[in-house]
């Protein structure tokens, strides 16, 4: 967290910062900015300057993440390797539709026989993956975290019944009963309607066009921008090939024809996707209009059915083990989606076999249909390489569950959307922290494990915080008050000062289990 000293215009906010990150890692239960202050022995001071680090002090969350563009030449393995970074997007579910940036999507939890809604607001994550020198597992350090909501559709005003009023009545008669008649409309409240009608005509007109700047590709495309531009910015990073895997939301025209330079896409195509060959080269000029592409190729799925396709084995690490994938290529092709100047390669992955028990029938997953922008790319770095995107969807559970991303309950638009691109940015560096001391196994340095939890190859974030929090505890019960860098002793006046740790009931917790 040292690298933070510049990210905040001043030390004394730095210190709130990291102070208040501290608070939320190893608050328990909800982690709430409330609880956060709350483990920093914060209770009985003004509060109010922790809530406005992240509404009023001026800081960027992108610079959050330069520690880790910092260390990533010494994590990839030689001076030649390529940046490996996923990309997708999250929801993190709301309970107020009133909240800035909340809008209705797909609840990912739901089952895949039926579709459910919920409030939430959507990010854009992307995360660098690294490994160790000897290969195995890979660690997924997030390095952005960005606020995506999708355009607001403006509400239509609601049309005002015609209120009847009855006109002057007419003299009763035993043949015709009485007739209210109704009197003509106002001319002003017609008036009124018609001002609300153009209105809601001028907040639909700019809505169709933040609906199409809002669309989730272009936030992906400007994330891999604004990475690729912070590995040009160091020169450890600045000649690396950065190799983007992404699934089919971003496998779009947008996406793969406005990619920086030295960046490659692997994405996850239709397996019904329309592709062609090459164009072959006709002497003398043709009759009629010039054609663009050439004949039909195969589609994804085709490839994967022909049997005169070279199955080529592909030995990558997946699932705690080394296996030979079985993938057929096909190169050269043209996707009209794409255009026809990009040219691209197909990669269909075999579906894999596996039991669910010893001598249990076999079973096969789905197979996997990816197109590449980079006709040269090694077959194992691509297909590891989207292997490895497993990571994120990890990155993704830790952040909500343990890690208690957009669980703060703000309503300012700034805070609303730079407090959990902190806690990502607290996830990360620990994550990063891990890895420099400990390296990517799971060492003595770690608590150890219940009876029934089996070796574990790494530490998962559920020992890091343990061990974090044990060691800032461990502080805590030989000093009356928590002394880490003195963020709790000098926060709370000698007057209220409590003869209990801030943390004392989570402390008895903690040594009991």
């Known amino acids: 967290m040292e690298g933070w000293r510049d990210v905040f215009s001043q030390e004394r906010t730095f210190r709130r910062a990291r102070r208040l990150v501290f608070g939320l890692i190893v608050s328990l239960r909800m982690h709430l900015t409330s609880n956060a202050i709350c483990a920093t022995g914060r209770q009985f001071v003004d509060w109010s300057t922790d809530y406005r680090l992240c509404s009023r002090s001026p800081w960027d969350p992108h610079r959050l993440f330069d520690p880790i563009f910092e260390r990533l030449p010494q994590l990839l393995d030689g001076p030649d390797a390529p940046v490996l970074m996923a990309l997708d997007d999250t929801m993190c579910k709301k309970s107020s539709p009133h909240i800035p940036g909340v809008s209705m ?41 960005d ?22 009545p007419e003299p009763f008669t035993d043949s015709a009963p009485a007739k209210q008649q109704a009197s003509p409309p106002h001319p002003l409240a017609d008036a009124e309607a018609e001002k609300q009608r153009q209105e809601w005509e001028a907040k639909l007109t700019v809505y169709k066009k933040e609906q199409k700047e809002k669309r989730l590709p272009l936030a992906g495309l400007q994330v891999i921008r604004s990475v690729r531009e912070s590995l040009d910015q160091r020169p450890g990073t600045h000649d690396r090939i950065l190799i983007v895997s992404g699934d089919g939301s971003y496998t779009t025209r947008d ?34 209009r010039p054609r663009r592409y050439g004949v039909l190729a195969p589609t994804p799925q085709q490839i994967l059915q022909d049997d005169s396709i070279e199955t080529i084995k592909v030995k990558c690490f997946a699932a705690g083990t080394t296996h030979d994938i079985p993938v057929k290529v096909r190169r050269l ?43 040269n790319l090694d077959l194992h770095t691509l297909v590891q390489a989207y292997v490895y995107r497993w990571e ?36 990360s560096l620990l994550l990063l922290a891990s890895v420099l001391s400990a390296g990517f196994q799971r060492t003595a340095v770690y608590l150890p494990l219940p009876k029934w939890r089996r070796a574990s190859a ?18 805590g019960m030989d000093a009356p ?33």
């Open 105 to 145: 999507g797909r609840d990912p939890m739901s089952p895949h026989f039926r579709v459910n809604l919920c409030y939430g607001i959507r990010f854009v994550q992307a995360s660098v993956l690294v490994t160790s020198k000897q290969g195995g597992a890979a660690r997924a350090l997030p390095v952005r975290f």
């Open 147 to 168: 606020f995506a909501p999708p355009a607001k559709k403006p509400r239509q005003p609601h049309r005002r019944k015609k209120e009847e009023t009855s006109g002057s």
């Open 255 to 288: 996406v793969v024809r406005g990619l920086p330079g030295r960046t490659t896409y692997i994405g996850r195509i239709r397996k019904d996707a329309k592709l062609h060959d090459a164009l072959p080269a006709t002497p003398g000029k043709s009759v009629g």
């Open 333 to 375: 092709v043209y996707w009209r989606t794409a255009g026809c100047d990009l040219p691209l390669q197909v990669v269909v992955i075999k579906p894999l076999g596996y039991r669910l028990r010893k001598g249990s029938r076999l079973l096969y997953r789905k197979p996997a249909f990816l197109i590449c922008t980079d006709l």
């Open 392 to 427: 994120i969807e990890c990155n993704h559970r830790d952040e909500k569950s343990l890690m208690g991303v957009a669980q703060g309950q703000v309503w300012n638009p700034d805070a609303v959307r730079r407090l959990p691109q902190l806690q990502v940015a607290s996830y």
């Open 458 to 475: 790494r530490a998962s974030l559920l020992d890091l915080l343990n061990l974090l929090r044990s060691q800032i505890f461990a502080r």
């Open 481 to 513: 008050v928590v002394s880490l860098d003195a963020f709790a002793s000098a926060a709370t006046p000698a007057a209220l000062k409590s003869s209990k740790s801030p943390l004392a009931a989570e402390t008895v917790a903690t040594l009991a289990a």
